[in-house]
């Protein structure tokens, strides 16, 4: 990466004010996606990301000074709903059956599987890692805590291996969801693995 003097362009995306800036965001920011997912970060320009949008360039620039403001808004808004997705998990686990909750967690990438592909393209393209952004630690302890909620006899050694290991399933969930129209079966046995393995 260059290093260059601080400018405008830098500036972090800026927070709308009312309902209809909120709609105009999401709206930018769904363009970004799919622009980013299609052209690649380097090639996507702000002007195609406006006219997927349908929004006029201004506007685009007023909430995204840059391509870097809104990755990094697309990088922070997946994030939130990853963390948002398994707090809701961490609220049940102590009360839905281990099958529900291996479907569950397996299933919670595999529904963002096109904006967690996105969120690749942009790391590697910027030469970020998940680590550096702190997505893998929150859900490794996140996944912890509701292991604990769920089996209270765990030693506190227990969960965290556990957690890693579970993650590293949920990642695996969204390789086998791609070829589940080759093996449509496979995505069923990784359940039924991360279910045996949450009661054992």
């Not at 990755?71 to 049940?92: P, T």
Request: hydrophobic share 50%.
């Amino acid at each position: 990466m260059s290093s260059h003097k601080s400018s405008p362009a830098d500036a972090p995306a800026r927070a709308p004010q009312r309902r209809r800036g909120e709609l105009r965001v999401a709206a930018l920011m769904e363009a970004g996606a799919a622009v980013f997912a299609e052209k690649g970060y380097e090639a996507a320009t702000m002007t195609e990301i406006a006219a997927q949008a349908n929004a006029p360039i201004g506007s685009l620039y007023q909430f995204f000074p840059s391509k870097d403001a809104l990755a990094d808004a697309l990088l922070v808004r997946y994030g939130e709903q990853v963390n948002s997705a398994l707090a809701e998990i961490e609220a049940q686990a102590a009360t839905i059956s281990a099958a529900d909750l291996a479907a569950s967690l397996m299933g919670l990438l595999v529904t963002r599987r096109v904006e967690r592909a996105t969120v690749i393209a942009l790391m590697d393209a910027r030469g970020l890692r998940a680590s550096g952004l702190g997505l893998r630690d929150v859900m490794r302890t996140t996944v912890a805590r509701i292991l604990a909620a769920r089996r209270p006899e765990l030693s506190p050694e227990r969960a965290p291996g556990m957690a890693v290991v579970l993650v590293q399933l949920m990642k695996d969930a969204v390789v086998l969801s791609g070829e589940a129209a080759a093996r449509p079966d496979a995505l069923d046995e990784l359940r039924r693995m991360a279910e045996i393995y949450l009661t054992v």
